[in-house]
């Protein structure tokens, strides 16, 4: 039986001063949950609501892996690896969700 493939995703609030790092399955549905506030306790107190980061892994374990090297990166290696992707820290939401 195959593994469940995962996600790496980075969120941040709407002036960009906070990111959460976090790994999930279900991309659309995590990002669903921060745009309404049904995130973790860290992302609904600073309102990290917009998704500008993510990557796809074969297995989650994989993503938990990369999930905790990111989360041992300083903030200007985390910021030049989202803009590799999301050059304007645009949210990705609408992209996300249509991935479903």
């Keep these: 039986m195959r593994a469940k493939g995962g996600y790496v ?5 709407i002036n960009r001063s906070t990111i959460y790092i976090g ?3 279900n991309l659309a549905e995590r990002s669903y949950q921060h745009k309404h ?3 973790c ?4 107190k600073y309102n990290c609501t ?6 796809f892994f074969e297995s989650i374990e994989e993503a938990i892996q990369r ?20 050059p304007l820290l645009k949210d ?3 992209e996300v969700v249509e991935m479903k």
């Design 9 to 13: 995703y980075i969120v941040s609030n």
């Design 23 to 25: 790994v999930t399955s």
């Design 37 to 39: 506030g049904e995130g």
């Design 41 to 44: 306790d860290f992302t609904k």
């Design 50 to 55: 917009d998704t500008l980061y993510y990557e």
């Design 67 to 86: 999930e905790k090297m990111l989360k041992k990166w300083n903030r200007t290696w985390k910021i030049r690896l989202i803009r590799e992707m999301n």
């Design 92 to 94: 990705l939401y609408d």
